[in-house]
């Protein structure tokens, strides 16, 4: 994308200057050089209403509990015959940029969804980047959110500008080893373009959002036709399936999503499918070539299924099992892999914000078996100076 790459540059060149320009282009602020970069606790701000703040501190604390018991635990593994103590290590990244969408309502838990995960993993040093639209500076729900966190330093900036600002640094702003949190199409682009770069690890090049459901004819329409929609609603290139066996319930949730949807012909809403399959089997099948961001299974029938499904960014087993719930307070983070890169990528967690290192200490002399069969290896590959390092170990230290 070549707006993509002119920002990036711009950003890279002209640094605050680009920024403050961006933020007048793209969204019609204008701020002092002083009020790109923010403490959040440095802000008189009221506090949101108490239902507000309820319910961001349940979905801090269930998200936090939840990656602190995932976390990835340290092995070892000894072998005593060598005296070789063989372990990996999970080393949390030093510093971390977290994108934060700020479009036309503050998009908090996505804020909550990546941050906390970091935080558990060990990173201490955070930076936020939100769009000021709405003056998001003065906004109560993300000043609560944020001072919840802990967080101390904030962007007044969106788009791909801000995924520039926190690659590239500004002045009081260090460049972040990683840049995580999901943006729009020219957000992707940015932190793409800058990862091939090696400028900067990220996340996930999150696409438009899906969901792939499959029910049996015992499940509740109403529950099949609100998840539908609820992920066909966050943009018109959204996508939303449902497959069934059961031709009723495929009748019962197109009906009842056209008297849902009544009224509604000014949002965007992505794309609903219905799809007929011969049986379970055909369905897990299609689920596993889709492998979708969000996969359900609603009734007994389905819900038999859930051991066999390999390819998908979460799964929601059980007609209570809302995409809704795990988007804000079942737990697991929302940022998950679209596009059907889920037959390769996680989900966001712990260990997106750490490095796995492998140990290998030796305190002792080696058996002439090991030594050997890495010198006939490394003679079989032509490497006579591997073949050396390893042979020269045969004599005593």
């Known amino acids: 994308m070549t707006d993509v790459r002119e920002i990036l540059g711009r950003v890279r060149d ?50 936090q509990r939840f990656h602190r018991a995932t976390r990835p635990k340290a092995v070892t593994e000894t072998d005593p015959e060598n005296q070789l103590y063989l372990s990996e ?5 030093s510093r971390v940029g977290v994108y934060a969408p700020n479009g036309g309502y503050p998009l908090v838990s996505s804020l909550l969804m990546t941050a906390i995960p970091a935080q558990e993993a060990g990173v201490t040093d955070l930076v936020v980047a939100i769009s000021p639209r709405g003056d998001s500076r003065h906004h109560p729900v993300w000043n609560y959110a944020l001072r919840q966190l ?22 009081g702003l260090k460049p972040v080893d990683l840049i995580a949190g999901p943006g729009n199409a020219y957000v992707a682009a940015a932190k793409q373009a800058l990862f091939r770069e090696g400028r900067v690890g990220i996340d996930l090049l999150a696409g438009p959002s899906e969901v792939l459901i499959i029910a049996d004819g ?21 996508s939303a399936v449902l497959m069934s066996w059961d031709d009723t319930v ?32 055909s369905a897990l099948d299609k689920l596993n070539q889709a492998a979708p961001e969000h996969a359900g299974l609603m009734g007994p029938a389905a819900e038999a299924l859930a051991s066999q499904v390999r390819t998908a ?16 307070v079942a737990g697991p983070s929302h940022v998950l892999p679209t596009g059907g890169t889920a037959r390769f990528l996680s989900g966001l967690s712990t260990r997106t914000f750490m490095r796995r290192m492998s140990v290998i200490e030796a305190r002792g002399s080696l058996t002439e078996d090991l030594i050997d069969a890495g010198a006939v290896l490394a003679e079989q590959e032509g490497l006579k100076f591997h073949q050396g390092a390893l042979i020269a170990r045969k004599a005593k230290p």
């Open 14 to 63: 002209e640094r605050e200057s680009a920024l403050l320009d961006y933020n007048w282009q793209y969204d019609r602020v204008k701020l002092a050089i002083q009020e790109l970069i923010y403490d959040p606790f440095d802000v008189d701000v009221p506090k949101p209403p108490d239902p507000v703040c309820r319910a961001i501190d349940v979905a801090h604390t269930r998200i």
């Open 250 to 281: 495929l009748q019962a949730v197109r009906q009842r999503i056209q008297e849902l949807l009544e009224g509604c012909e000014d949002r965007a809403i992505g794309s609903i499918r219905f799809e007929r399959v011969a049986d379970p089997a």
């Open 150 to 171: 802990g967080v101390h330093q904030v962007l007044a900036a969106g788009g791909a500008q801000a995924i520039a600002a926190l690659a590239f640094g500004l002045d």
């Open 218 to 238: 015992t499940v509740n329409p109403d529950y099949i036709a609100y998840d539908l929609i609820a992920q066909a609603e966050h943009a018109g290139d959204a």
């Open 313 to 328: 960014g979460a799964l929601f087993v059980g007609p209570m099992a809302s995409q809704a719930l795990g988007d804000y």
């Open 89 to 93: 290590r999970w080393i949390p990244l």
